[in-house]
Structures are given as C-alpha cells and as structure tokens.
C-alpha cells in the first residue's frame, strides 16, 4: 500500500482516494483535550512569569518586542479582553492543543492513514507530554502552543501539493510561514529546513516555477513589519540571543543527553510511533522530504545548543507519518488480524502507560505531591537553564509566589511615613516582578511599577521624579551605586516559587541621580 500515488504522464494528476475523516475519534480526543487542561491548569498554580509579562506586551501592543514575535501580545490582548484572569489566558493554548491534535489526525489521513492510523495519531498527540507542556501556560519560548499550528499547517499544504501537483498552494504555505515568523522566530530554521528538503528531493522542481517564490514573497510581506521594528531599534533580538549566549545561561546537553530529553519528553512509549514516521519518510520517496526536513532542523537545533524543546512543534508529522506508517504494516500482513493484535487495545495501553509520565507534564498534582512523584519515579525533569534552583520544575515553579511577593511590597510600601512614600517609586527587577506588580498592584494601591528589563526597557523611563526605590533583588553594590543608603524592610520567600525571588526588599534612599540619568544603566536583556 503506497503513502500515496502521483502520477503526471500527462497535465493530469491522479491519486488515490483519501480515506474518511475519523470525526468520533477527533472529537472525543479534542474534549478529553479541554478537560484536562481546564481541570489542572487553572486551579493548584497561578501566574506563570511570562504570562505576566505578555499581558504587560498586550497593554503595549507592537510590531515586535526584545525578546518576542508580536504575535504573542495579540493572544495577551484576547485575554485581556476577556479579563485577564488565569483561565482567559489558559484557555488559548488549551484550544491550541487541541486543534493540533485534528491537524495531526488529518496529517495522518493525508498520508493514507485511515480510521485506526488517525485514532493512533490523535492519541499519541494527546498524551504526549511534551505537547501537553506546551499547552500547559501562555508562553513565548519553544513551550509555544502555537508554533505548532503553523508549522503543521504549512507541512499539510505541503503533503497537499506533493499529492496534487498543485504548486499554487505554496501560496497558503506562504501565508502560514509568514504567521509562523509573526509568532516565533524560530520558524526561520524550520524555513530553512523545508528549503533543504526541496532542494534534497525531486520538489526541486517546484523551484523552476512561480509559485513558491510567491510564497516566499506572502511571507516575507507578512513578517516585514516584525524586520521593521527590529531595524527601527537596532535589532534587539539579535543582542538579547547574544546576551544569552554569552553568559552560558542554556544547559547545553551533549548527543546522549539531548536524544534522551527528545525521548523522555515525548514519553518511551512513543518512540515506536515517531521513529516508525522518520523511517516511513525516508523509505518513500514521496514522503522523504518530511525525513529530510526533520533531520535537518534536529541538526540545526543541536549545533545551536539551543534547548531541546526546540524541537517539540515538529514532532506531530512524525506522529501522524509513524501511525500511518503502523496501519499500512497491519494492511500487508493480513495474518495479523484484529483478533491477533487488537487495534483498540494497543491505543489503551499507550492511554495507560502514559498517564504516568503525563503527570509530570500537568500541574495536576500539588507542590509536595509532584515532589514526591518525581521521588518515587526517580524521573525529575532536567533543567533547562543553569541558575535554576528550587523544588519544582521551572515552568512550575515560575508559577508560585507572585501574588505574595505583592503583598509584601505592598505592607513595605504603606509602612512608610507619607512624606517618603510620595517620593518613593517600585522596580521590579525582571519582567515576573514588573508583571506581577501590575497585575496585583492596583488592588493594594500600589504605583505602577518601574522596570527596565526586557522590552520594559523601551517602555521607560517613567514620569517620576522621587528619590527613593523599593527595589527587588538589588546587591549591595547596587544599592551602593545608585542610592545613598538602602534599608531591608521585608525578606520574601516563598518555598515552591523560583529561588531568585527569594530575597530581601529593599528601601533604596537617596538617588544619587534622577531615573532617567540611569536608565541606560539599568537596561537588562537576557
């Protein structure tokens, strides 16, 4: 049974009848999808530290931002409209996962996978943690709920051309490159990625026709505000990558160590399904353009010592090509009936045994539970950055301690006489703090907070004109530099929160120069 046929002997092309769309399947998993986001995501943990900090971009919104394609602002902004709170926020990347999930079961249609091939897809995408991870909080990093979407997208326009000859389709593959660049900058490497597969694979040929370089034109039209703004300021993003690698702040793995997070992160159980879709690719040669594209972003992403997450929004095909892949295995082996493998029996035990691993993927369990967990499993989830510390994962730790760290700043800010609480402003010194200071802040009558990290740094200095700081995670030597005396009035510390945040808050008195004058100084992007 071929992936599919094309055949052009003349200007006709003929293929294979697609098999039906499994819509029970796609719709029970898409409501399993919701559920246990809605249930785990919005309730045991708050905030997390880029959330606040998006809804800050969305109080701004722009052609681009330090650290961040636009895009990730306007989901901000939809929030907003919606209130702001955690599940307004959550509900994005929940809806997100669960539209990749109908994307990868129609992948795996695409690729002649029929009822059971897209029931195994769908399945796979939905308890793959890796996936649910992402779907787990509003983020801009590779844990992007969106990135898959596009770049799904444009891999299902892309099967659709090599199935029809259609080359006019790289039209819409244009337009869904080019909403990938608006949201994540990474799919420039996913970009470069196809092009190689074309130019590895008879596609080549499209390169002799208008088509694809219309597409290439659709989304370089649509990224060029975001290249606009970059210019405008000096290209921000490039200095802020730069930062990052110069202060070595990624764990960087070595060959073992990064294919082990790929394995652990989509769950062992997986690991038949996605290596039977790369093997699938290249053994075909329809279909070796998807090897060839996975092949060389997993290469791009290692030399970069990017963090192995990266990889994550590209896994789906392989997904969907490894089901199919499974499917045509049973279809050529008619000895292997339903009664010797079961199909249905084969989804359950992914269902079961990923459930486990799953776990440590969802905010299901409470701070000491999901401790425990990770005990018992002896499977804590690496770091990713090397000044990480505390008790839980990064992306759940950067979800504690926000809203008490408010309230400390604020009993620290009322406690001063009112001559020096009028001539005293608040600066957070990451963009968590600046964030969580505006969210919470108000409610305690609080100043709008001052912050120069990250895109904050744009968005200063403000109007004020006191002398004094209540400053967050300042050294001495800061104190020393800016301030003429500086005076602990509150030690926060919060035991499931980041440990970074744990620290004094600090009365900074006296500035030795107006806010703006230091500005400059205080910029932070990394």
């Known amino acids: 049974m071929a992936v599919f046929a094309q055949t052009s002997s003349s200007a006709e092309v003929h293929r294979e009848a697609a098999p039906p769309l499994a819509v029970g399947p796609a ?27 998006f809804l800050d971009c969305a109080r701004h919104l722009d052609w681009g931002y330090v650290d961040t394609a636009p895009l990730i602002a306007v989901y901000a902004k939809l929030a907003l409209l919606m209130g702001g709170s955690l599940p ?17 079961m129609f992948i ?60 006019r389709l790289w039209l819409w593959f244009g337009v869904l490159a080019g909403l990938g660049l608006e949201n994540k900058h990474s799919t420039l490497f996913f970009g470069f990625a196809v092009l190689v597969g074309v130019l590895l694979t008879p596609l080549r040929r499209e390169l002799m026709k208008p088509w694809i370089w219309l597409g290439g034109v659709i989304a370089l039209l649509i990224f060029l505000p975001n290249l606009i703004w970059q210019a405008q300021h000096h290209y921000p993003t490039l200095e802020d990558l730069e930062n990052v690698r110069r202060m070595g702040k990624n764990v960087v793995l070595g060959p073992a160590a990064f294919l082990w997070a790929q394995i652990l992160s989509l769950h062992p159980i ?24 996975f092949a060389v972003f997993f290469i791009i992403i290692f030399i970069a010592k990017a963090k192995d997450y990266y990889l994550y929004p590209i896994y789906p095909m392989l997904l969907a090509g490894g089901a199919a892949a499974i499917e045509r295995w049973f279809v050529m082996r008619p000895a ?6 079961p199909k249905a029996e084969i989804i359950a035990v992914i269902v079961l045994l990923g459930v486990p691993i799953d776990l440590l993927a969802l905010p299901a369990l409470s701070p000491a539970q999901y401790v425990a967990y990770t005990q018992a499993l002896h499977l804590a989830p690496p770091k ?8 839980l994962p990064q992306i759940f730790g950067d979800q504690f301690g926000w809203q008490e760290l408010v309230k400390q700043v604020a009993d620290a800010y009322w406690s001063l006489q009112p001559e020096v609480r009028a001539r005293t402003g608040i600066v957070g010194n990451n963009y968590g703090e600046a964030g969580a200071l505006h ?19 744009f968005w200063g200095p403000p109007d004020f004109h006191g002398d004094n700081l209540i400053v967050l995670q300042w050294s001495s030597r800061r104190v020393e530099r800016y301030c003429q005396s500086g005076e602990i009035l509150a030690e926060h510390h919060h035991p499931w929160g980041m440990e970074e945040e744990n620290g004094p808050i600090i009365l900074c008195r006296g500035l030795k120069q107006s806010l703006s004058e230091i500005w400059p100084r205080l910029k932070l992007w990394n």
Not at 32 to 52: C, I, M, N, Q, W
Not at 88 to 104: C, K, N
Not at 448 to 454: G, L, N, R, T
Request: charged residues 10%; positive net charge.
């Open 108 to 167: 795996a249609r695409q690729l002649g996978g029929g009822r059971f091939a897209q029931a195994l897809a769908g399945v796979c995408a939905l308890v793959c943690p890796a996936i649910l991870g992402v779907d787990v909080i509003l983020s801009m990093n590779a844990l992007n709920a969106f990135d898959p979407l596009f770049w799904m997208g444009a891999i299902s326009v892309l099967i659709a051309i090599m199935k029809s000859g259609n080359s």
């Open 88 to 104: 307004a926020l959550r509900i994005l990347p929940a809806l997100a996962g669960a539209t990749l999930i109908v994307l990868t």
């Open 336 to 341: 292997l009936d339903r009664r010797t493998i």
């Open 439 to 457: 969210l919470f802040g108000p409610r305690y009558g609080l100043p709008w907070a001052i912050s120069a990290h990250q895109n904050h740094f």
């Open 27 to 53: 719709a029970l998993m898409v409501g399993l999808k919701l559920a246990v986001h809605l249930l785990t995501s919005v309730h045991r943990y708050g905030y997390f530290r880029d959330e606040l900090y």
């Open 270 to 293: 997986l690991l038949p399904v996605w290596i039977a879709g790369l093997v699938s690719f290249f053994r075909h040669r329809q279909t070796r353009i998807l090897g060839w594209i």
């Open 384 to 391: 990713t950055e090397v000044a990480h510390t505390g008790p």
